[in-house]
C-alpha cells in the first residue's frame, strides 16, 4: 500500500473538525459564529467569550477560566504522569516513537481540552462533528497516528481536568466536562475502528 500524497493529508486534515457545535441547530447564531471563529484559529476561549457564553448556558465562569488557564499545564501533568506509570511508550516499538509522534500527541490532547471547554462553556457535551470525526479517523489511520497511545493520554487527561475543574466548579457543570470527554473519547474509537 502506497504512502498518502500530502494533497490526500491536506484535504483530510481541513475536513477533519472536531467540533460541531458551529452547526448545533439549539445555538443562537452569535454563538455559533464564536465557537467557529474560536475553533478556526485553534486557541482557548476569552475571558469576554467564557463570560458571554455562560451567560446563555448558566454556567459558572470563574472556575472554566481557571481551567483554560491550566490547559498547558494539565497536558503536562498527563504526559509526566503517563511516562512514569508506561516509559516504554516513547521506546523504539512503543505508541509514542519517536517524538515528533508524541509532540503531536500532546498537541492534540491540548486541542481535545480546548474544545472540551468550548462544549461547558455552552452546556452541550454532545459537540463533535460526525463527518469530521470520521476524516480525522481517517487522517490518523493515514498518517500512522498511534490511537492506544494517544486515548491513554486523553484518559489521563480526562481524570487531571475533572479533578482540577470539580474542585471550584458546581457539580453540574463538572459532569458537563466529564460527559464531553467521554463523548470525544468514545468518537475517536468509533472513528478509528471504522476506518481501519
Known sequence: MSAP????????????????????PNLSESTRHLLQQADQERRLLSSSEIQSLCQHSGVMTAPLEQLQGQAHQLVDQARQDLLEAKPH??????????????????????????????????AQPKFTNPEGMAALGELYAALGVPVDGLLLALARLQELAAQSYSESAPSLDAELLDEAFCELRSQINACVVTSC
Do not use: M, N
Not at 511508550?89 to 517524538?99: N, Q
Not at 490532547?109 to 471547554?117: K, S
Open 89 to 122: 511508550l516513547v521506546k523504539p516499538g512503543g505508541a509514542l516513537y519517536p517524538e515528533h509522534r508524541a509532540e503531536a500527541c500532546w498537541r492534540d490532547c491540548f486541542h481535545f481540552l480546548r474544545v472540551c471547554c468550548y462544549a461547558v462553556a455552552v
Open 5 to 24: 500524497s500530502s494533497d490526500t493529508i491536506r484535504q483530510l486534515a481541513a475536513k477533519a473538525q472536531v467540533l460541531g457545535l458551529p452547526q448545533h
